[in-house]
């Protein structure tokens, strides 16, 4: 797999206003904007694999871990293959961006570990 691309095996999709909220952002101000952009990077921008293996490939490919492994070389714990949304996000920027010297993107990729944990309770 591509060192750029971040892959999020996720239950649900939050809504931006739980986001924000978890990240402890209101959500009027430039902190909200910014953390908008970086809320479509992850969910609104990235692709399902979940759903693009149902819709195109599910034919081609005898299980979800072989389209996984073999069209994007991404290897999952089986607790994670069986998540509903298994996002690929290339190359975050902004913020998230691993070159940019304050990034957030460990930040924000606990948080968005915290709410799916605090759902699967």
């Known amino acids: 797999m ?10 649900r999709l939050p809504p931006l ?3 924000l909220d978890a990240l ?5 101000g430039l902190a909200a904007q910014l953390f908008t952009g970086v ?4 969910f609104a921008w990235s692709t399902d694999l979940r759903t ?3 819709q195109y490939y599910c034919v081609e490919y005898p299980t979800f871990a072989a389209y996984l492994e073999l069209v994007h070389e991404i290897y999952l714990d ?10 690929k996000i290339k190359s975050p920027g902004g913020v998230l961006e691993e070159a940019y010297d304050d990034n ?3 930040t924000v990729i606990a948080c968005v ?5 605090s759902h699967e309770d």
């Open 24 to 28: 402890k952002i209101k959500p009027t």
């Open 113 to 117: 570990r915290k709410l799916e944990n």
């Open 17 to 19: 206003d739980e986001f």
């Open 39 to 42: 809320y479509n990077q992850l």
């Open 104 to 106: 957030v993107q460990d």
């Open 52 to 54: 693009q293996y149902d």
């Open 78 to 87: 089986p607790a994670e293959l069986e998540k509903a949304h298994i996002l």
């Open 2 to 11: 591509n060192e750029k691309n971040l892959v999020l095996p996720l239950s």
